[in-house]
C-alpha cells in the first residue's frame, strides 16, 4: 500500500527553524517528484515546495522562497523540507503528496495534481 507519512512539526519561535520528514512506504521514491503543501485553518491547501524524481530540480512559492529548502535522500526514502526563518504566516498543516500526473516542477504546485497524502504535520509559530 503506498503510503507518506510526514513528522517533525511542531511549536516554534519567530525566527527559529525546523525540519519535516516525508517518509515513504509502499513504494521506492525514486522515481517520483514529490510536492509539499500546507493548510491554515480556514484557508485552502497552499502549494510550498516540489523536487524531481532524479535531476534535483526544484520549486519554491515566493511566500517560502529563501527561507525553505526542499531535498531527498533516496537511500533513505524520504524527502526533507527544512525550515527556517519561520514566520507567524508560516503556521499550518503541512502535508506531502505525490503526483497523479506529469507536472511542471516550475509550479504552481496544485492539489488536484497530486495524491496519496499524508497525515499531515502541525507546525506553529508563536511566541
Known amino acids: 500500500q503506498v503510503q507518506l507519512v510526514e513528522s517533525g512539526g511542531g511549536l516554534v519561535q519567530p525566527g527559529g527553524s525546523l525540519r519535516l520528514s516525508c517518509a515513504a512506504s509502499g513504494f521506492t521514491l525514486d522515481y517520483y517528484a514529490i510536492g509539499w503543501f500546507r493548510q491554515a485553518p480556514g484557508k485552502e491547501r497552499e502549494g510550498v515546495s516540489c523536487i524531481s524524481s532524479s535531476e534535483g530540480v526544484t520549486y519554491y512559492a515566493d511566500s517560502v522562497k529563501g527561507r525553505f529548502t526542499i531535498s531527498r535522500d533516496n537511500a533513505k526514502n524520504t524527502v526533507y523540507l527544512q525550515m527556517n526563518s519561520l514566520k507567524p504566516e508560516d503556521t499550518a498543516v503541512y502535508y506531502c503528496?505525490?503526483?497523479?500526473?506529469?507536472?511542471?516542477?516550475?509550479?504552481?504546485?496544485?492539489?488536484?495534481?497530486?495524491?496519496?497524502w499524508g497525515q499531515g504535520t502541525q507546525v506553529t509559530v508563536s511566541s
Open positions: 503528496a505525490v503526483p497523479i500526473a506529469t507536472i511542471p516542477i516550475s509550479g504552481p504546485l496544485l492539489p488536484a495534481d497530486f495524491g496519496s
